[in-house]
């Protein structure tokens, strides 16, 4: 599928979601029940802001307004989580889980820690996001727009790993010729800006949550300086200003006026794949393998009245930002869409990974 048709398969889909939002049978009543949504990060990344955005939202719209409660299975990059998650079965309801980017690009790549198939599940709920790169206050008084005055600096990133979503900044930050150098093994960003808040960290990106939710303040403070947005597709599947974000450059922007970068070839062309691959459904909610259609329907409904909701728009804009969000068979399309890379682009990214930090998942 081309960035086009994806961007424009994405909106109508979202149209097609209201058609199989009403249940096929009477609705699931949870009157009384807790709910547990899964997140396989720490609680101080941007999944986790997410989820708990969303969880009181989908309290009141559930029917019986059940409890729910997000808890957190951190470890290997989300993998854990989600290999757990592959083995539970229905039995009420009360389970969802979350995935992002990093649990997608594994999967995208063959990594052999993968034991999930995407296939399995029921997706009821995505939305897309973007990122922000910032850098530290000293180096950021050498950033003009380009990365030419970077180039001569050591920066320290703190990592979840490379074949993680820190794939597409890694892989930016190299075609910008910058030398950065990942400390792998954190369990969520928010532990990545946690490293840079006490100084072991130069350089740092984190999702829209989880800049909104913290990275902010940093900027407000002088700590921090926002280098590049990783941007949004338009309807032709341009990358564009991120509209969350629409004073910061996009990383398309930065490599333009960076001497040797090129937005065209085959790095280009796997960074673009990644991306859209990574941010424009970038966080799905999933039911279980074997959910009867009656759960499944019922909680398309309820996520399709928090998005019909008239507050809706102004509060996801201040804590996950101004995204679609995808239900029903938009969700499905979605996570087709997140879940799907072509050859080529795979192909670049394995070899690039195997050169460069010696990552092998062949």
């Known amino acids: 599928m081309n960035l086009s048709k994806f961007a424009k398969s994405l909106v109508a889909a979202t149209f097609l979601s209201g058609a199989v939002a009403a249940p096929a049978v009477a609705e699931t009543d949870f009157s009384g029940q807790t709910i547990e949504w899964v997140i396989p990060f720490s609680e101080t990344g941007g999944s986790a802001k997410w989820a708990n955005f969303f969880a009181p939202l989908l309290s009141e719209a559930l029917p019986g307004n059940p409890t729910v409660v997000v808890k957190f299975m951190p470890g290997a990059g989300s993998t854990k989580g989600a290999n757990w998650f592959q083995s539970q079965e229905h039995e009420d309801g009360t389970l969802l889980f979350g995935t992002s980017g990093s649990t997608q690009f594994p ?38 727009g380009s990365a030419n005055g970077l180039k001569g600096i050591d920066f320290i990133y703190g990592s979840q790993g490379a074949t993680r979503l820190d794939l597409v900044p890694l892989l930016a930050w190299k075609m910008l010729g910058m030398n950065v150098e990942p400390v792998f093994g954190i369990k969520g960003r928010g532990d990545g800006r946690l490293m840079f808040e006490r100084g072991e960290a130069t350089i740092d990106y984190q999702t829209s949550s989880g800049y909104l939710g913290a990275s902010v303040d940093l900027v407000a403070a002088g700590t921090a300086v926002p280098m590049m947005s990783w941007g949004a597709l338009d309807d032709d599947g341009n990358i564009v200003r991120d509209p969350t974000f629409p004073d910061i450059p996009t990383f398309k922007e930065v490599c333009e006026a960076t001497e040797g970068c090129a937005t065209s070839g085959e790095a280009w062309d796997a960074w673009k794949a990644f991306f859209v691959a990574g941010f424009p459904s970038q966080k799905i909610a999933f039911l279980p393998a074997g959910t009867p259609q009656e759960v499944i329907d019922t909680y398309v409904k309820a996520f399709e009245a928090v998005r019909a909701r008239p507050d809706f728009k102004t509060l996801a804009a201040k804590q996950v930002g101004k995204y679609p969000m995808f239900v029903g068979a938009g969700a499905a399309r979605a996570t087709k869409d997140a879940t799907t890379v072509s050859p080529e682009a795979k192909a670049f990214v394995l070899d690039w990974l195997e050169q460069d930090y010696g990552v092998s998942l062949n």
């Open 107 to 144: 999967y995208l790549l063959g990594d052999p820690r993968v034991r999930y198939e995407y296939s399995d599940w029921n997706p009821v709920m995505a939305t897309g996001t973007g990122g922000v790169a910032y850098l530290n206050a000293e180096d950021g008084k050498k950033f003009d």
